[in-house]
């Protein structure tokens, strides 16, 4: 592409053609990155815990220690939020995306190749703790950048539309994960344990080498130079001196962060006893078969394909809290009913549930937040506050499906207690979206103002 493109797109439409390329670079690399991320917690849920954690006398003891390797990953995402985040504030989101996706299809693919306990002993779990930590490292960085790469390139009034390619993404590296494991579940055990996990880890090499061709095609993004040269001109007339992302992000936007850390808490909550709670539950404790709540997943993810896009452009028109809510509200209302229907054994129900649960509930929520928690932040602590929103509440998250395996250990089986959590934890989310301030008409290429107050009723900002 010429120069002139690349370096500043002026008419309408070489930009909208910019941003089109953009939108598919985020939702092409999010959906291999976080394929790789859910075949963990799928194959966490299925087969880890008796290749690398095997207890004959309990199997359930096996799971926990393998929910507890995928926890390990969560605590590592800050980290590379932080870390990312800082990179790409300050040099640019398209470093850090290439930098995230190639980890994160390294350590998959190795894990793809470990050897089991049987094979090794100790040495194969303590080998999987360092990969999930990559895994997690990695992730930490990249639901921020891949969020900004879509919204900050987005034509005024479709932040919403545009910022939902990433979750589309995620929802597309749902189905593919979820439905190589369908198959390969289909296995008798013994070649499953053998060789059929394997399989959808080792498979991610492939789909790694598409999303570097995608991203290395990138540009960085109008926002991003728009704030970087206006902040280069500051600081040579000597107007302000430039500061650490992160110290700006704490200083100026701590309100901001914490409303956006607690309507991501509720939301990932909700959504993990759909990706994998409920395939624990349903596995060790109902007769509803394996391959039919992977496929009831699977189902459930493709059908959130297109809510993503619909509640994110729904936010362009009604506003982003707006849409929270009512994918806030929508969770309430299914969370107990969900484990209601599993335990009746009832298949055909949980294939509505589930796709009630996921394309509507996660749906509004998930769908809205790279727009919505973008515009809380300005240019040059965006990636660091986007990143830190996701990723500290991710300590709890990571936590989540080993603590409610350990429940429903506790209790026999009984879903209750998850349930419960999960509906405080949508109610902290729905609390944060109604003391947040609308966003959507907030200008994206201001530099360092916090703009925490609402601005619902002014007119959309232009940008230069």
Request: charged share 15%.
């Given at each position: 592409m010429p120069e002139t493109a690349t370096a500043g797109p002026s008419g309408g439409r070489e930009r909208a053609a910019l941003a089109k390329r953009a939108a598919v670079a985020s939702l092409v690399g999010t959906a291999v990155e976080w394929y790789d991320y859910f075949i963990f917690g799928t194959a966490s849920a299925l087969v880890l815990g008796q290749l690398f954690f095997p207890n004959e006398e309990d199997p359930i003891i096996g799971t926990l220690s393998a929910f507890a390797v995928f926890g390990v990953g969560f605590v590592a995402r800050p980290v590379g939020g932080i870390v990312f985040g800082h990179f790409g504030d300050k040099f640019g989101r398209k470093a850090a995306l290439v930098t995230t996706l190639m980890m994160m299809g390294v350590s998959t693919f190795l894990i793809g190749l470990l050897p089991t306990t049987a094979h090794i002993g100790?040495?194969?779990?303590?080998?999987?703790?360092?990969?999930?930590?990559?895994?997690?490292?990695?992730?930490?960085?990249?639901?921020?950048?891949?969020?900004?790469?879509?919204?900050?390139?987005?034509?005024?009034?479709?932040?919403?539309?545009?910022?939902?390619?990433?979750?589309?993404?995620?929802?597309?590296?749902?189905?593919?994960?979820?439905?190589?494991?369908?198959?390969?579940?289909?296995?008798?055990?013994?070649?499953?344990?053998?060789?059929?996990?394997?399989?959808?880890?080792?498979?991610?090499?492939?789909?790694?080498?598409?999303?570097?061709?995608?991203?290395?095609?990138?540009?960085?993004?109008?926002?991003?130079?728009?704030?970087?040269?206006?902040?280069?001109?500051?600081?040579?007339?000597?107007?302000?001196?430039?500061?650490?992302?992160?110290?700006?992000?704490?200083?100026?936007?701590?309100?901001?962060?914490?409303?956006?850390?607690g309507?991501?808490?509720?939301?990932?909550?909700?959504?993990?006893?759909?990706?994998?709670?409920?395939?624990?539950?349903?596995?060790?404790?109902?007769?509803?078969?394996?391959?039919?709540?992977?496929?009831?997943?699977?189902?459930?993810?493709?059908?959130?394909?297109?809510?993503?896009?619909?509640?994110?452009?729904?936010?362009?028109?009604?506003?982003?809290?707006?849409?929270?809510?009512?994918?806030?509200?929508?969770?309430?209302?299914?969370t107990f009913p969900f484990f209601w229907i599993l335990q009746a054994d009832a298949v055909v129900l949980t294939y509505v549930i589930y796709t009630v649960a996921y394309a509507i509930g996660?749906?509004?929520?998930?769908?809205?937040?790279?727009?919505?928690?973008?515009?809380?932040?300005?240019?040059?602590?965006?990636?660091?506050?986007v990143s830190?929103?996701?990723?500290?509440?991710?300590?709890?998250?990571?936590?989540?499906?080993?603590a409610s395996t350990a429940l429903l250990a506790a209790t026999d089986g009984a879903p209750w207690p998850i349930a419960l959590i999960t509906v405080g934890s949508l109610l902290i989310a729905l609390v944060c979206a109604l003391l947040a301030p609308e966003t959507r008409t907030r200008d994206m290429d201001r530099v360092g103002e916090s703009q925490e107050r609402d601005r619902k009723d002014e007119p959309e900002a232009v940008a230069p």
């Open positions: 100790i040495w194969a779990p303590v080998l999987l703790v360092l990969l999930r930590l990559v895994q997690g490292f990695a992730v930490g960085g990249e639901w921020g950048g891949a969020s900004l790469v879509a919204v900050e390139y987005a034509p005024e009034h479709k932040r919403g539309a545009y910022g939902s390619a990433p979750q589309i993404g995620n929802a597309v590296g749902l189905v593919l994960s979820t439905s190589i494991f369908a198959l390969v579940s289909l296995l008798p055990d013994d070649e499953l344990l053998g060789w059929g996990w394997r399989v959808p880890f080792l498979f991610s090499a492939v789909l790694i080498a598409v999303g570097l061709f995608i991203r290395f095609r990138l540009t960085e993004t109008p926002a991003f130079r728009a704030a970087q040269e206006r902040l280069e001109e500051q600081v040579a007339d000597a107007k302000v001196k430039e500061k650490m992302p992160i110290a700006e992000l704490f200083r100026r936007f701590k309100r901001p962060l914490l409303l956006a850390m309507m991501r808490l509720g939301e990932a909550v909700f959504g993990y006893i759909i990706l994998t709670i409920g395939l624990t539950f349903a596995t060790n404790y109902t007769d509803v078969p394996r391959t039919d709540v992977l496929v009831a997943s699977t189902v459930a993810a493709a059908a959130a394909i297109y809510t993503y896009y619909f509640f994110g452009k729904l936010s362009d028109r009604i506003g982003r809290r707006a849409v929270f809510i009512i994918g806030a509200v929508t969770g309430l209302v299914v996660v749906g509004a929520l998930y769908g809205v937040e790279p727009a919505f928690f973008s515009e809380l932040f300005s240019t040059k602590v965006r990636y660091t506050g830190m929103a996701a990723q500290i509440p991710s300590i709890l998250i990571g936590l989540w499906p080993l």
